[in-house]
């Protein structure tokens, strides 16, 4: 439930469903939350994308 509640929020926040980006009070509201939690989930979300991209980019490294 809550990787689901971090897609959404990612996506809506970056406007990643080709609507414009909506800030952290409207997300709140579309996913019947706090602004508290989607800036948590927010966070969340850049430190797994960091980690990720950072294992991806030595993936890539040992290909070339």
Known sequence: M???RLRLVL???YG???RDPRKLQEVAQEIG???EYVRRLQRK???L???ESG???RLL???S
């Open 16 to 18: 990643l469903d080709g």
């Open 61 to 63: 490294e040992d290909v």
């Open 45 to 47: 979300g850049h430190d």
């Open 33 to 35: 939350t706090t602004r």
């Open 55 to 57: 294992h991806l980019a």
């Open 11 to 13: 996506v809506l926040r």
């Open 49 to 51: 994308l960091r980690r």
């Open 2 to 4: 809550e990787d689901e």
